[in-house]
């Protein structure tokens, strides 16, 4: 990004190229994380308007009750459960790989304020 010149009292000298080229990058990651974030909304959505059809045109249509309404039910949180369960992994795993890149992002850039 910014390339200080040698010596005290010198003045911070911006090269446009690292900074498009950083910025890009960042562009990139930042629209990456929103998609993922957009992905794993529309499956919740998904499941939410799946478990809204399955107990309007299924429960309440047919009046399911009793043992079949239970099997029903727990049918329905089993399928919820395995249908959440990758997109909750998922989003762990990005947030894990999001933290770990920040940190080791700020400890090059230590680095290299410490090398100079």
Known sequence: ?????????????????????????????????????????LFLGLWVIIQWAVNEYVVMRFQVTGTDKAVLVIAQ???????????????LRLIATMAIRTFRDIKNELFKVNRK
């Open 1 to 41: 990004m910014m390339s200080l010149n040698e010596g005290p009292g010198k003045p911070a000298r911006v090269d446009s190229e690292n900074i498009f080229a950083d910025a890009a990058i960042e562009f990139v990651t930042v629209l990456r994380w929103l998609l993922s974030g957009l992905i794993q909304a």
């Open 77 to 91: 949180y089993a399928f919820g459960v395995a249908t959440l369960a990758p997109i909750l992994f998922f989003l």
